[in-house]
């Protein structure tokens, strides 16, 4: 495995200026990407945020300044991308920018307006419907774990723990189902249905809020339970593309910081998890790296029109998967970029 040629892999085929104008760069959403995300019409708030935080997992992998250059770039480009704005109307997707940006601010690049802003918002979703946690986005019925989850960490890393332990307290009560362990998407709350649906990353960001927290008994749960139901001969099971191939590394993500943090043998299981999804990632990938949309079985090549694997989110979920694995095993590393 060679996470840094996966590195410049995505990066030379996403990157690119916003709009034409120097100093400017985010990812296309598609490779090719068609006229439209060459423009960044529809640019994916939150893919964004998750290849920003892949650019700092290099980063502190491997420093370098004309990287750190890049991701300064990154930043201001999504603020100039939503128009002078660091939020929008979806809570799950400036929670996962604003922890992407709090690890920016650790790299030494003041984004504390931005940090504001983001928190204030994610403050101002939480309502006692349907108990407690904050909506999906502004206006909905609906409140789930992909906004709580992410929100909780980002809380808890703020130094707001009270809220995030509400948050996490609130989907434990709300969205774990009590006989697999596993975590429901959401609920509605005119009506009070729960939705059932299992999705990987809802798994990652509850054991991520859990990790922040030292609520060691549920996180350890939560990786049997992976462990049981979301990855099939130890692979993380994949969720084809478009949001979904961010999924399963969103959860790899969090298994890492498991695998490093906690005690007992569930970190040895989630270092398991990650090490083998990101062996078959890498052994299933075709020339360029391309990464394949489900880790298991190798990527199409020649790629179809209409491959998943063209969208950028499961390319940066590849690498991110990579990066996770990194942390666990010098072997994963490879040469330095532009080695």
Request: with cysteine.
């Amino acid at each position: 495995m060679d996470v840094s040629a996966a590195e410049r892999a995505v990066t030379s085929r996403h990157l690119r200026r916003v709009w034409g104008l120097p100093g400017t760069v985010l990812g296309r959403s598609g490779w090719p990407a068609t006229p439209g995300q060459r423009l960044h019409w529809h640019w994916n708030y939150w893919w964004q945020a998750h290849l920003l935080d892949t650019l700092i997992d290099a980063q502190l992998r491997e420093p370098s300044a004309s990287r750190l250059a890049l991701i300064r770039s990154f930043v201001r480009s999504v603020r100039l991308r939503n128009f002078g704005r660091w939020t929008n109307d979806f809570y799950d997707d400036i929670a996962w920018l604003g922890l992407a940006l709090q690890r920016v601010q650790a790299l030494g690049i003041d984004v504390g307006p931005a940090l504001a802003a983001i928190d204030t918002q994610l403050l101002s979703g939480w309502t006692e419907a349907a108990g407690g946690g904050i909506w999906w986005r502004v206006g909905d019925e609906f409140k789930n774990a992909p906004a709580n989850g992410p929100a909780a960490i980002f809380h808890a890393r703020s130094g707001n723990r009270t809220r995030a332990r509400e948050m996490t307290d609130w989907l434990s009560s709300t969205l774990v189902d009590p006989s697999t362990g596993l975590v429901w998407d959401g609920i509605r709350t005119d009506t009070g249905e729960l939705v059932k649906h299992i999705y990987t990353y809802c798994q990652g960001v509850y054991l991520g809020a859990c990790l922040e927290l030292s609520l060691m008994d549920e996180a350890a749960r939560t990786i049997r339970a992976v462990a049981s139901h979301c990855a099939p001969g130890g692979v993380i099971r994949g969720q084809s593309g478009g949001d979904g191939g961010l999924f399963a590394a969103i959860l790899a993500r969090y298994l890492a910081l498991a695998a490093r943090s906690l005690p007992g043998p569930e970190a040895s299981v989630a270092r398991s998890l990650v090490l083998t999804s990101a062996d078959a990632c890498w052994s299933g990938a075709s020339e360029g790296p391309v990464f394949s949309a489900f880790w298991d079985r190798p990527a199409p090549s020649p790629l179809p029109k209409d491959a998943p694997e063209r969208d950028m989110s499961v390319q940066v979920g590849g690498w991110m998967l990579l990066e996770a694995a990194a942390t666990l095993s010098p072997d994963v590393a490879g040469p330095p970029v532009g080695g």
